[in-house]
């Protein structure tokens, strides 16, 4: 993770001009904002605004591997997160019923540990470079199932997590990347006072007035308790978006032409005795469920479009699906709405948009805290961009932004390009809701060959070839006959034994692994 550093230079700059840095805004994106521009700008005088009115959904929310490397950053110690958050680990994605002709499977993180996974990563010696994931070509040529040779279904169905202590230096190593689920409310809590005892000041009050010069950059800000001068301001104000959408008026680019599920109907239900390390993702008839483990209980919701279904009907399906009523925590509210899309610009003059008051896609795979953390490193990769007043620099990150954006809307919408087709819904999407050019082609060309890094993805800044073939595989978007002559090369004896031998260290190796609640237990106790 490339992380911002003041050198001594900048050191003395700010010691003598100091700034005054505002983040608008609580919750998640806030106060990781302010603890990462506090880490970054130390010189600076960093003040967070919220008020207790707009409140934080909480129902459960996951991340990627980007929070975990963030919070090591920021020097946040995993097991208090884990400790005072209900945070569990995750380890994978798990697609339920979202092809015809395979009930689940799993798109998992990166393996650290190349010895347990070789055949899942890379196919250096039929391309001579890392393109692809072995899994693909090798299981159906054996005719085997996909997930014996993924090294994080076959622990995550186990409900172990891949970490192991060491004996000789008595420390739990990871053999994976991973990321936290975690209850956003106390994780916005935990943040803050984390922030609040490094010196970041907080102030309670809605922002009622922003005040800005004859050129249009932000002087401060007014709540209907305080006056506060400022030098930049971090615009966390959610689906609010009070700088940059109202002040600002940013272009807005609607996304709802390729992703159309506008609602979404949040609920919990009981955590069993076991927790797994994993997001469960279950297709529904009319959109999504997204099932996410806490300690405490599972956080899940509904996301659907309201073209087809009400939010009475949406109820009625979970009901059926679960077979009984789950807890639904905004009984007042109901389902919340959100629209598929984002600013074209998120740093405009002094100001920069982080999170939801940037856009949102919607909530599958965990792309907006992904992307805001993305961007709040690049942003911050440098101490000058607080004091940039060239559009030229700024429109050269909002572009990279939008990019990003439509990169992950590509990303969404091939897992909806599913062979599923028992509901309107699904019969539909691709009709109703029109591929880019990008989607296509990678459908296209899926049919033929395997999608490779350097070939086909050689602009990609988020999504590689390696998360797309599983979205292919599990999908049923590539037949089994593509696979088989792809596949070719590997159908001899002894590449089928090489495979068996590395599968047998896997399991040797799962055998190790230690429970998954057993660890947060462990984890738990040493915060």
């Known amino acids: 993770m490339e992380c911002a550093r003041v050198d ?117 010696s039929l391309y001579e470079e890392e393109v692809t994931n072995y899994a693909h070509l090798v299981a159906p040529t054996f005719d085997d199932d996909l997930k014996d040779y993924s090294f994080l279904e076959k622990s995550g169905e186990s409900n172990k997590v891949p970490f192991v202590k060491n004996p000789e230096t008595m420390l739990i190593e990871p053999h994976s990347s991973f990321s936290l689920h975690f209850d956003a409310r106390l994780l916005a809590a935990y943040l803050k006072s984390v922030a609040i005892s490094r010196g970041v000041k907080h102030e309670e009050g809605i922002i009622s007035e922003i005040v800005s010069d004859e050129e249009g950059y932000i002087t401060a800000l007014k709540t209907n308790k305080v006056f506060l001068p400022c030098d930049f301001v971090f615009d966390c104000t959610g689906f609010r978006r009070l700088i940059i959408g109202n002040f600002y008026k940013s272009t807005w680019k609607s996304h709802t032409d390729k992703l159309p599920c506008k609602k979404a109907l949040p609920f919990f239900i009981e955590m069993g005795e076991d927790v797994p390390p994993y997001t469960e993702a279950i297709a529904m008839k009319y959109g999504w469920i997204w099932k996410i483990p806490l300690q405490n209980r599972y956080g899940c919701g509904y996301v659907f479009d309201s073209d087809y279904i009400s939010e009475k009907e949406a109820a009625e399906e979970i009901e059926s699906y679960l077979g009984y009523e789950p807890h639904y925590p905004r009984a007042d509210k109901g389902a919340f709405d959100f629209t598929a899309g984002c600013y074209e610009k998120i740093w405009i003059k002094n100001a920069f948009g982080v999170g939801l008051s940037t856009g949102f896609i919607e909530p599958l795979e965990a792309t907006s805290i992904m992307q805001a953390i ?67 082609y990678l459908l296209d060309v899926a049919k033929e060959k395997v999608l490779t890094r350097n070939f086909d993805f050689y602009e990609s800044a988020l999504f590689e070839s390696i998360a797309v073939n599983w979205i292919l595989i599990g999908n049923g978007l590539i037949d089994k006959q593509t696979l088989l002559r792809l596949g070719e090369p590997y159908l001899t004896p002894s590449k089928r034994q090489e495979y068996a ?27």
């Not at 047998?504 to 230690?514: E, P, Q, R, V």
């Open 8 to 124: 001594i230079y900048t050191e003395t700059l700010w010691a003598t001009t100091l700034k005054k840095i505002i983040v608008a805004g609580g919750g998640t994106a806030g106060w990781l904002t302010a603890l990462y521009a506090q880490r970054t700008f130390p010189f600076a005088d960093i003040t967070l605004i919220e008020s207790e009115e707009y409140g934080i959904l909480g129902a459960g929310e996951g991340g990627t591997p980007h929070l975990v490397e963030v919070l090591e950053f920021l020097e946040i110690s995993i097991p208090e997160i884990i400790a005072n958050c209900q945070a569990t680990i995750k380890t994978s994605i798990k697609f339920t019923n979202w092809s015809s002709s395979r009930k689940s499977y799993h798109q998992p993180f990166y393996v650290k540990d190349s010895v347990t996974n070789d055949y899942s990563w890379s196919l250096k």
């Open 374 to 440: 993305v961007m709040l490193r690049k942003f911050m990769s440098n101490v000058a961009n607080l004091e940039v007043r060239s559009d030229q620099i700024r429109d050269k990150l909002n572009t990279v932004f939008l990019a990003q954006t439509l990169e992950t809307v590509d990303f969404l919408y091939l897992h909806y390009a599913s062979a599923r087709k028992d509901t309107e819904f699904w019969k539909d999407f691709s009709t109703r809701n029109k591929a880019s050019h990008r989607v296509q």
């Open 501 to 527: 031998n590395l599968i047998a260290k896997d399991n040797a190796l799962i055998a190790k692994f230690m429970n998954h609640k057993e660890f947060l237990t462990a984890l738990t106790a040493i915060a």
